[in-house]
């Protein structure tokens, strides 16, 4: 997943990973997500419901499910650093991960 995404567009790629794979009829999985791993993993399972059969959990490590203060107030700095900040390895993506990590995006999310 791109970490410079939003969870929406991490979301529907981790959909289409999950659906790609050949499970046996009585496979699930195991989700570990970090960070904002944790938060496009459950936007996955909260989006696209055909993921609730192939998923037996989700485990958060230090997940950001409620957003970040850092998110809010370094919010200029954290936007200067992704436009400037050389990363070769990191996949530019839909650039809103951080309006995905904003508290007040977070608390407009209401369960399906």
């Known amino acids: 997943m791109s970490g ?6 991490n979301a529907q ?8 794979l050949d ?10 997500g970090h960070s904002k791993g944790t938060l496009d993993a459950l936007t996955a399972l909260a989006t696209y419901a055909e993921l609730a059969p192939r998923v ?6 230090a997940g950001a499910v409620n957003g970040s203060p850092l998110a809010d107030e370094l ?7 992704l436009r400037h900040a050389p ?15 904003r508290r ?4 407009r999310d209401e369960p399906p």
């Open 87 to 101: 990363m070769p390895t990191c996949d530019r993506g839909d650039e809103r991960a951080l309006e995905s990590l």
């Open 13 to 20: 790629k981790l959909r289409d990973r999950i659906m790609a």
């Open 56 to 61: 037996a959990a989700v485990v958060g490590v």
């Open 75 to 81: 919010r200029p700095a954290y936007a200067w650093l």
């Open 4 to 9: 410079r995404s939003g969870a929406e567009r």
């Open 23 to 32: 499970l046996a009829p009585e496979e699930r999985l195991l989700i570990v």
């Open 104 to 107: 007040g995006t977070r608390a």
